[in-house]
């Protein structure tokens, strides 16, 4: 029976080792589309537990991009990043624009990307959660 028991020690324990790594593995995305005035573009992703967001948005420096995160506990009140008044990197062209958000519940959440001036605009959205 001593032996018994020992061994469901001894599995429990590797189960749990293995299940502590897949906890900490964050999940990402990285989603390329062109964006024309008028026609926004969207990338859904659903969430199991609680989540901060990583975001990069990379967009030509011409014209103005912004980008919104809808859904039922998403932020209220307008784009997370707008070109024209975000605090953006560039260089030669391209803007990066990075931004980080407090945890939200567990949902589905949209992140809209819309073109508000300018020609058609490849953009590319990272992110991390």
Known sequence: MRKHAASLVAIAAICTGLALPAVAIAAAVTYNDTVVKGKPVSVTVTTHASASFHVLLHVRTIGRTQLFLLGKHAPKGGPLIDTKTYACDGAAGSFYCKGAYQ???????????????????????????
Request: net charge positive; no cysteine; hydrophobic share 40%.
């Open 103 to 129: 945890p939200l519940p567990a949902g589905t959440y949209t992140w809209k990307i819309v073109r508000v001036n300018g020609g058609k605009e490849p953009v590319t959205l990272m992110l991390k959660w």
